[in-house]
C-alpha cells in the first residue's frame, strides 16, 4: 500500500514537473536543464522536434536524412548548450545549427552528382509519405489533386537557388524575422530582404503555370 | 508611384511592414495598375499555397533513436570528464611528490654541519697613478687655442694627483 502511495506521489511530482515546464519559456527550460533538470532537454526536443525536421526536410528534400540531422540537432544541442549565450535566443540558436547542418548536407550531396533534391525527392514513395494531413472525408480524386499539388509545390521550392530557399522557408514556413534569419544564416539585413524577394518572385514565377 | 518603387516595396507590403502613407500609396497604384495588381496576386497566391503545406512529423522510431544517442553520448560524457578527474588527480599527486622533494632537500641541506667560509685574501693596494705626459701649460695653451673641451675634460680627472705630485716635485726643487 505505501508502495502505491510513493508511486503514486512520483508521478503526481513528475506531472507537476512536466507541467511547470511546459509553461516555461525556452530560456527558462535551458536553466533548469543546465540547472540539472533532465527532463527539461525532453521538453526542448518536443517543442522543436517537428519544426527542425520540417525546416531541414523542405531545405534537403530527403526525409531520412533530414529526421537524422534533426538529430543531430539535439545531439550538438544536448553538448554544447553550458556554452551557449543565454542572452540570445534559443530557437535563433537552434536553427543556425539545424541550417549549417543542412547547408554541410547540400555541399556533401553537390560534391556527389548522383544523388540530386529532385531524384531523392522523387524516390521518396507515395506510400511513405504521411496522409493524416489529408482529409480522409475527401473524394479520392480531391486527394490526389491535394497531394498533387504538395508534390508540385514542393518540387518548386527545390528549384529555387540554395540561398534563397534557405531565406525562404525561415521567413514563410518557421515565421522568422528578418533580424532572425539574418543571424541564422550569418548575412546582413539588406542581403535577407534581397533574397526572399528574388525567392518569393522565383517561386510565384514557378508555381504559377500549375496553378493558373 | 511608379511600378518600380511599387516592386521595390512589395517586399514590406506582403509582410505588412509598411507605414500608414506608404500602404495608402501602394493600394491606390495597385488600383491603377493592372500588371502590378497581377504580380501581388500572383505572390500572395503562391505564398499562400507554400504556406499551408502539410507539416511532415518525426517517425515513431524517432523519440527511440534520439534517446539511446542520448544516452550514448552522456556515456562519452562521463568516461571523459572520469579520464580528466584521473588525470588531474595523478598530476595533482606528481606535483605533490615534486614539491616534497624539494622541501625535503631543502631543509636537509639547510640542518647539515655549517661549513667555514673560505674567502680569497684580501690584500691592499695603491692603485697607480697614471703618468701625465702632457704638463699643465699644454692645458692652458689646448684651451685657448680652441681645442676641443674633452681632452680639459680628461685632465681635470687627474687634476688632484699632478697637483700633488707638482707639490712634491716643488718640495725636492728647494731642498
Same mark, same amino acid.
Given at each position: ?40 532537454? *525532453? ?94 472525408? *475527401? ?22 537557388? %540554395? ?15 528578418? %533580424? ?33 | ?30 488600383? %491603377? ?29 524517432? *523519440? ?64 697607480? *697613478? ?38 712634491? %716635485? ?6
Amino acid at each position: 500500500m505505501a508502495d502505491i502511495v510513493r508511486k503514486h506521489a512520483v508521478s503526481v511530482e513528475g506531472q507537476t514537473v512536466r507541467e511547470r515546464l511546459q509553461a516555461m519559456d525556452d530560456s527558462a527550460v535551458v536553466t533548469a536543464f543546465l540547472g540539472g533538470e533532465e527532463r527539461a532537454f *525532453s521538453e526542448l526536443v518536443t517543442r522543436y522536434q517537428t519544426r527542425l525536421l520540417n525546416f531541414i526536410y523542405r531545405t534537403i528534400g530527403d526525409r531520412e536524412k533530414a529526421e537524422d540531422l534533426v538529430q543531430e540537432v539535439f545531439i550538438r544541442v544536448y553538448r554544447h548548450l553550458h556554452r551557449f549565450d543565454r542572452s540570445k535566443k534559443f530557437s535563433t540558436w537552434v536553427y543556425t545549427i539545424a541550417s549549417n547542418l543542412a547547408k554541410n548536407e547540400l555541399r556533401n550531396r553537390s560534391r556527389n552528382p548522383l544523388v540530386l533534391f529532385q531524384t531523392v525527392q522523387k524516390n521518396f514513395q507515395d506510400e511513405d509519405r504521411p496522409l493524416q494531413f489529408e482529409d480522409t472525408t *475527401s473524394r479520392p480524386d480531391d486527394m490526389y489533386r491535394k497531394r498533387h499539388l504538395r508534390e508540385i509545390v514542393e518540387e518548386s521550392v527545390a528549384k529555387l537557388p %540554395e540561398h534563397h530557399r534557405n531565406v525562404f522557408i525561415l521567413r514563410e514556413l518557421e515565421g522568422k524575422s528578418y %533580424e532572425e534569419i539574418a543571424e541564422i544564416t550569418e548575412c546582413n539585413l539588406g542581403t535577407v530582404k534581397s533574397r526572399l524577394n528574388r525567392a518569393r518572385n522565383s517561386f510565384a514565377e514557378i508555381i504559377a503555370p500549375y496553378v493558373d | 508611384m511608379d511600378c518600380r518603387e511599387f516592386c521595390d516595396q512589395h517586399l514590406a507590403f506582403v509582410d505588412d511592414t509598411l507605414a500608414g502613407i506608404e500602404l495608402v500609396r501602394m493600394q491606390r497604384h495597385i488600383a %491603377e495598375c493592372e500588371s502590378c495588381a497581377n504580380h501581388d496576386a500572383k505572390i500572395r497566391r503562391a505564398l499562400l499555397l507554400f504556406r499551408n503545406i502539410p507539416s511532415i512529423e518525426p517517425s515513431r522510431d524517432f *523519440s527511440n533513436r534520439l534517446e539511446a544517442r542520448l544516452k550514448e553520448c552522456q556515456t562519452e560524457q562521463l568516461v571523459h570528464s572520469q579520464r580528466n578527474l584521473r588525470l588531474g588527480a595523478f598530476a595533482a599527486a606528481l606535483a605533490s611528490a615534486i614539491m616534497l622533494g624539494y622541501i625535503s632537500t631543502t631543509l636537509y641541506s639547510n640542518t647539515s654541519a655549517p661549513q667555514d667560509l673560505v674567502m680569497a685574501p684580501v690584500v691592499a693596494t695603491i692603485p697607480d *697613478s697614471e703618468f701625465m705626459a702632457t704638463s699643465g701649460p699644454a692645458i692652458v695653451t689646448s684651451v685657448s687655442a680652441g681645442l676641443s673641451i674633452w681632452p680639459a675634460a680628461m685632465f681635470a680627472e687627474q687634476v688632484p694627483v699632478r697637483f700633488a705630485h707638482s707639490q712634491l %716635485e716643488l718640495t725636492n726643487y728647494t731642498r
